[in-house]
């Protein structure tokens, strides 16, 4: 009898695990800094400084926005918006790029391998878009947003 509880619990056990992962995932994510690598070359850029770039990620889907922080009104002006679907199992993290303002990039899937601790988010994986010629490492570090 004792047997049959463990078949029972054990996948409660696992289900209650998996939801605890997505639910530390979902939320309001502001992007801090970034980490371009393409073959010997790395380039870090600030995104506190002049701009501002936002992840929102609820139970299905995902979405990005980015602006530059003086409404347009110099050269530094850009807005780009994406998202669409997403799966996440705890530390892999796909992305399928329903929605973009760079239209070359709709209909691609990107995988992240993902890490969280506290309030603090690092997104790792690879880009490509061969339309683009664009092949790179990106490393990503969010923060929590607070209401």
Known sequence: MR?????VLI?????CSKNQELNKIQGSWELQTGKIIKRNDTVITDYTEGQR???I???THFSFLRHDLNKGKDTNAIF???GGAYRYDGKNYNEYLEFCT????????????ISIVGDTLVQSGY???EELGIDQKIIETYIRTKN
Do not use: T
């Open 102 to 113: 760079g239209r070359s990039w709709e209909g691609k899937e990107f995988s992240f391998q």
């Open 53 to 55: 770039l936002i992840k």
């Open 11 to 15: 996948p409660v056990v696992l289900s």
């Open 80 to 82: 780009i918006a994406g």
């Open 3 to 7: 047997f049959l509880w463990l078949i």
């Open 57 to 59: 990620i609820n139970e």
């Open 127 to 129: 880009e490509k878009n």
